[in-house]
């Protein structure tokens, strides 16, 4: 076509050297072209571009899509889950994988792990892990450093995250009659590795506190074997999905935003389409829990519940729970205290020593003004206590007022 095509800008051009209009009929016999197109060819047609190139509805994110793909450990379902949830990406999940592929400078490498499988029957059994030490950076560059309790419904796939500051044997437990709660019964047994808290590492055996736990929550704990974690396979695969996390580094402000992303992720993995079952894990949980044996009466849960966990206090005086923070007394910056919720306040303990008892409240910072009063009389040591004692009562009301503003 193209020693055609450079043929006839040769006719052409002598024909407008000596002002002949073109013969369309005789060219098209000569060429065996319709004349039509040695028409369009005579009034400047240059043919098809070489490479042309549809504008994708991807365009727009691409520079989203570099950033995040060059984060260490996210894929491209990370991406997509954050693209489609906080960007209004429309366009579906082997758009975006072809869209990645033909991009060299967006494009990414992936290794696909074999993972050995079993099957359970419903109600037979949940798999819980740690996920452990996830750091992340919020808009203004602070640092987030947690932990996210993963557990699953071994025949289901019904899974349940939940993000701990702390992994000590009272966040465990309090995590499993969360996960109880979540599910609405409890399983037949329970599956987890050589997890230190509830595990004596020398003789590879549960220690007497999670024994007695187990027995009251009316289960068996059963215990992978040593070097062979694909045992809880299915919790581990599925803690992939918290890689869907790493996209929203430096996309957050507080605490409360990543326990809510993590709250929105768990969502959305259990209303996938899971690989094995070909189903979401919501629809086969509607199954499994008529399996599940009910929960024990409140006064157990309540006794386990109340059980301590720990909170490390920042040099602001405050320390975490729940997305909340809760003031003390100034000497215990830097250091790590039990805190216990009964009754709907916050027991603060140093050791065996109740140091304070917080109301628990809606506010994200709930100062005790002595305990305010006290980390401005250290800083502001020109001025008198009554100038102190003011500034303290107009920060903590603005504390307030700021508070009902984000409600």
């Not at 349940?160 to 037949?188: H, P």
């Amino acid at each position: 076509m193209k020693t055609i095509v450079s043929e006839l800008r040769k006719e052409f051009t002598i024909m407008d050297t000596f002002e002949i209009k073109p013969n369309y009929a005789y060219l098209s016999r000569k060429y065996n072209l319709d004349p039509r197109t040695i028409k369009k060819y005579y009034e400047g047609y240059s043919g098809k571009p070489p490479n042309r190139k549809k504008l994708s509805m991807l365009d727009e994110f691409k520079g989203i899509i570099k950033e995040k793909l060059s984060y260490k450990g996210c894929k491209i379902s990370a991406v997509y889950f954050f693209l489609k949830n906080e960007k209004g990406y429309k366009g579906s999940y082997s758009t975006l994988t072809y869209y990645i592929r033909n991009h060299p400078d967006v494009k990414t490498s992936s290794k696909n792990d074999a993972h050995v499988r079993f099957e359970t029957k419903p109600g037979e059994q949940i798999q819980f892990d740690w996920i452990e030490e996830i750091t992340m950076v919020n808009k203004y560059g602070e640092i987030f450093e947690f932990n996210i309790f993963s557990a699953e419904l071994s025949y289901s796939r019904m899974h349940f995250y939940n993000y701990s500051k702390y992994k000590t044997r009272e966040d465990v437990l309090n995590n499993l009659i969360l996960t109880f709660k979540f599910y609405g019964g409890v399983s037949e047994s329970v599956l987890t590795d050589n997890m230190s808290s509830i595990v004596n590492i020398q003789e590879q055996r549960f220690c007497k506190e999670f024994k007695v736990f187990a027995k009251d929550m009316g289960m068996k704990e059963r215990k992978c074997k040593v070097k062979h974690p694909f045992t809880k396979g299915k919790v581990e695969v599925r803690n992939k999905f918290m890689k869907w996390l790493i996209p929203y580094n430096n996309e957050f402000e507080t605490e409360e935003d990543l326990i809510n992303i993590i709250k929105k992720i768990n969502n959305e993995v259990n209303n996938r389409i899971n690989e094995t079952t070909n189903l979401p894990p919501i629809l086969l949980y509607q199954k499994e829990k008529e399996y599940l044996k009910p929960l024990p009466v409140n006064q157990i849960l309540e006794q386990y519940m109340n059980l301590s966990t720990t909170a490390k206090v920042q040099n602001t005086m405050l320390i975490n729970y729940k997305g909340h923070q809760y003031s003390v007394p100034k000497k215990y910056i830097n250091k790590t205290l039990k805190i216990k919720e009964i009754d709907n306040k916050l027991q603060i303990y140093n050791n065996t020593e109740l140091i304070e008892i917080h109301d628990i409240t809606n506010k994200k910072i709930n100062y005790k003004n002595e305990h305010y009063i006290e980390g401005l009389t250290g800083s502001l040591k020109n001025q008198t206590i009554d100038e102190i004692e003011l500034l303290a009562q107009k920060n903590l009301e603005l504390f307030d007022q700021l508070t009902k503003g984000n409600k």
